[in-house]
């Protein structure tokens, strides 16, 4: 009885989720790793963000995001003694120790269940790894955008709604000037040869669509800081990738709606916190349609 009741309220909960809400930017990004990953999510399975057994990888994205965020204090400026290019080894040292300092206090919830020891551990370890004379010679170089976030500063995770687009995201950095608006991302992954990541082209795009939106303006450039190689670079917003914004913005809509998508080719299924579920919603699919 206890049983009926409970799978009674599962398919409640399953029905709620599948009325279409705002799809979010990460939901456009989510598709072009996996759909099916936009489905979990869109009724209500969340990826744990404290994973088990990957907690020294959590803790290095977060400190690799905060040192993005923090780029400023590590580029200087003339009234603070110097901009980055001048700064001597030990001074941006002392910075970037600095800003690995206070995670614990921004990212309260995401670190709360992790031991003080292994913190400390993980947090001693990660300085000493980026440290290398390489990635502080590269991380320091003035660049396009080191010289927009003096002049100008940024808003850090802006969020915008439109209900035109049916969309939602907090983008990054928001940078603001006379003549323009600007969106940044910081990636803690690693960066390509060349360029950036198709899908941080098709992200930064999506932001582009927003600010729009809000601003009513047009947004020609954005900037992807790939942070863990100490690289920086601009992209152009093309046509290309606001027409590839807007495919996924539909297709997601879809699977919100209740389209259970096929599995990706390359899928990256190993370690995925869904794998048993989507097992499972195959067999079943396979047993009502002989799949
Ligand atoms: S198990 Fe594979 S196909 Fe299923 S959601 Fe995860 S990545 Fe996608």
Redesign the pocket.
């Known amino acids: 009885m206890g049983d009926v009741k409970q799978r009674k309220e599962e398919k409640m909960k399953e029905k709620e989720h599948f009325i279409p809400a705002l799809s979010k930017v990460s939901d456009l990004t989510h598709y072009m790793?996996?759909?099916?990953?936009v489905?979990?999510s869109a009724r209500g399975y969340e990826q744990p963000k404290r994973a088990k057994g990957k907690e020294r990888s959590v803790i290095e994205h977060i400190l690799l995001k905060e040192l993005g965020f923090n780029m400023h204090k590590v580029w200087g400026s003339e009234d603070e003694g110097g901009t980055g290019e001048n700064r001597g080894e030990e001074d941006l040292k002392r910075v970037i120790e600095d800003i690995v300092d206070g995670v614990e206090w921004i990212y309260k919830e995401e670190l709360k269940d992790v031991e003080k020891d292994f913190l400390k551990a993980v947090k001693t370890d990660f300085v000493c790894s980026i440290e290398t004379p390489e990635w502080l010679s590269k991380i320091k170089k003035e660049t396009p955008l080191a010289e927009l976030e003096r002049y100008y500063g940024y808003e850090r995770e802006h969020i915008m709604v439109s209900e035109t687009l049916n969309m939602s995201g907090s983008v990054d950095k928001l940078i603001r000037t006379e003549e323009e608006i600007i969106p940044c991302l910081i990636k803690t992954g690693r960066c390509p040869e060349y360029g950036v990541w198709k899908s941080d082209r098709m992200q930064l795009a999506a932001y582009a669509l927003l600010i729009e939106e809000e601003f009513e303006t047009t947004v020609q450039r954005g900037f992807v800081e790939y942070i863990r190689n100490a690289e920086v670079r601009e992209v152009h917003i093309k046509k290309r990738d606001r027409a590839l914004a807007l495919q996924l913005l539909k297709h997601v809509k879809r699977i919100k709606g209740g389209v259970f998508p096929e599995?990706?080719e390359n899928?990256?299924?190993d370690g995925?916190?869904?794998?048993e579920?989507?097992e499972t919603k195959k067999t079943l699919l396979s047993k009502l349609f002989g799949k």
């Open positions: 790793l996996c759909p099916r990953l489905y979990f599995k990706e899928a990256p299924c995925c916190f869904f794998l579920l989507c």
